[in-house]
């Protein structure tokens, strides 16, 4: 069967594509991940996006006050990059409690693309600490949301207490290209990790 791409409506990977990489997009409850996987994938994205209740309101404070939902288990999309690099994009769920479960997605993944919300910049150290406990080579996207308050690259990096070689980036996760670049910037940085350990 021939392979089909995004433009003509399929859901299979080109012909073209000489490489795969299974990437996580982490970060607190309500920070964007499940939108910007929407917006960049080039197949209807899986979503296990379930209504809060009563009892997990009480358990999790969302940064955005209307949310109503919330990821339970995963997000999943996909993107293919210059026609040749297929990303495989697992967003995890955000609150604490599933943090054991994030980890084991975590299993095969080269990097991790990490969203922060600056109107609560403590609620992803979590996320950002468990990456480095892992290993996992990772770039800082801050998702910007109307309102929220913005900051010097330098107190952003001493605020979340990043290495000087995270890349860090800012994004807007509705914004297609925007999430694009910060995917982007997430692979250079693989690639450049990657050259430093085989030197």
């Known amino acids: 069967m021939a392979s089909k791409t995004a433009s003509d409506g399929g859901v299979y990977v080109s012909p073209g ?26 197949i209807k994205p899986l979503s296990t996006e379930a209504v809060m209740t009563r009892a997990g309101t009480l358990a999790d404070t969302p940064l955005s006050p209307g949310k109503t939902t919330t990821t339970v288990a995963l997000d999943f999309g996909r993107i293919t990059l210059d026609g040749d690099l297929v990303l495989y994009l697992f967003g995890t769920p955000g609150q604490q409690r599933f943090l054991p479960a994030w980890r084991e997605l975590a299993r095969g993944s080269l990097g991790a693309l990490a969203l922060v919300d ?43 207490d990043l290495l000087p ?35």
């Open 118 to 160: 600056t109107r609560d910049l403590e609620a992803s150290f979590d996320s950002i600490g468990h990456l480095e406990d892992l290993d996992m080579p990772f770039t800082v996207a801050v998702n910007h949301f109307p309102g929220s308050p913005h900051h010097r690259e330098g107190e952003l990096r001493e605020a979340l």
């Open 17 to 42: 594509v000489t490489g795969a990489a299974k990437i996580l997009v982490v970060g607190p409850m309500g920070v964007g991940k499940t939108t910007l996987i929407g917006t960049v994938s080039e």
């Open 165 to 199: 070689g995270t890349p860090l980036v800012n994004c807007d996760a509705r914004e297609h290209r925007s999430s694009v670049m910060a995917l982007i910037s997430l692979i250079t940085h693989l690639i450049d990790t990657a050259s430093e350990r085989t030197r």
